[in-house]
């Protein structure tokens, strides 16, 4: 505990990449160009097939990491949020929140396979679980979340979760973990009955979005809008860590090859980077500069590569009832992906 104090501390005194990036154990490796319009939500590697997939506005851009060029396009994904693969079937799925609909497309032809699904309110999140064999749609309003056969489409369930679900993440072994954005919880739910098995507070995080997992130790990070990262043990629900992360936070992974937790930063234009040092202690080690608006995040677990997106940013519009958090304004043509390493 002493430790964490130690490097909390120190993170703090920090003005975001200062000193601390200079011990940054990622460094920009390329920079793809991808250009179009409209914004940005997660993005999607798929080790087998070797291809990013990003959402991007009312469409879903396809890049092939060998060529790092764009191969591709889906189109009519109004508000797409997020992009799940299941290679063994051939299929994708893609989350629309606009039209409450799930998109499946043929990962070869990148062809859509039947009429879109219909779905909770706002899918945002979505999630394929090789245990029960099947894609979570999770709903960010309400938490009704759509559960499909991934091999067929086919709707089998819905997952009554109690809140608005962000970031997700499996075990493997039937336990899904969900951050509950409006209830600042993190819950487990069973794969195959989807009764939620436990829910634990988060705080003093508020509003958690992205979520790490570490199967080893059993950990989950969730990164939170206040610039916290809580580590929860998955088994007991106990609080583990409190850790400073930087502002905008929208995504978190865990590197199993570094023992790195890395969070995206799109308001401080930062990955902070925190090592486990222990399933009990934490240090953060860097807070290095992105980009602003690289809030989004994704890590290729053959080559350990991490991945962001953004745009350049022109003015942010006056906040409105209905858009209480603005985004700023995006300038067309200048979308790409930040792709970082060793």
Not at 17 to 23: D, E
Not at 201 to 212: C, I, Q, R, S, V
Not at 222 to 238: F, M, P, Q, W
Request: glycine share 10%; net charge neutral.
């Amino acid at each position: 505990m002493k430790k964490i104090i130690v490097a909390v501390a120190a993170s703090l005194a920090l003005p975001s990449g200062a000193a601390l990036a200079q011990t940054a154990p990622y460094r920009l490796l390329h920079t793809i160009a991808v250009g179009g319009e409209g914004g940005w939500d997660y993005l999607n590697v798929d080790p087998a097939g070797e291809r990013l997939y990003l959402s991007h506005g009312t469409q879903v851009e396809v890049v092939d990491l060998k060529t790092r060029k764009v191969i591709g396009t889906i189109p009519n994904t109004p508000n797409v949020h997020g992009i799940e693969v299941v290679p063994s079937a051939n299929r994708g799925y893609i989350t629309c929140g606009r039209s409450n609909t799930c998109v499946v497309f043929d990962l070869t032809t990148l062809q859509p396979i039947g009429a879109p699904i219909a779905t909770g309110l706002k899918p945002d999140a979505l999630l394929y679980d090789a245990f029960s064999k099947r894609v979570f749609l999770f709903s960010n309003n309400g938490g009704k979340s759509t559960v499909l056969n991934a091999a067929t489409g086919a709707v089998e369930g819905t997952a009554e979760l109690g809140g608005d679900i962000e970031a997700t993440a499996t075990d493997g072994k039937g336990h899904i973990f969900a951050n509950v954005e409006d209830k600042s919880e993190v819950i487990e739910f069973d794969a195959k009955t989807l009764a939620v098995r436990q829910r634990h507070k988060l705080a003093p995080g508020e509003e958690p979005t992205g979520l790490g997992y570490d199967p080893k130790t059993n950990r989950l990070f969730s990164a939170c809008h206040n610039e916290k990262l809580i580590v929860t043990d998955s088994k007991t629900g106990k609080q583990i860590a409190v850790l400073p992360i930087g502002a905008g936070v929208d995504g978190a992974v865990f590197d199993p090859s570094t023992n790195n937790v890395v969070t995206s930063n799109g308001g401080a234009g930062t990955f902070t980077v925190i090592h486990q040092d222990s399933p009990t202690t934490y240090t953060v080690v860097a807070n290095m500069p992105t980009a602003k608006g690289a809030r989004t995040i994704a890590i290729d677990p053959k080559s350990h590569h991490i991945f962001t997106c953004t745009a350049n940013l022109g003015p942010t519009p006056p906040a409105t009832t209905d858009v209480p958090r603005p985004r700023p304004s995006i300038v067309p043509g200048t979308f790409r992906v930040l792709e970082y390493g060793k």
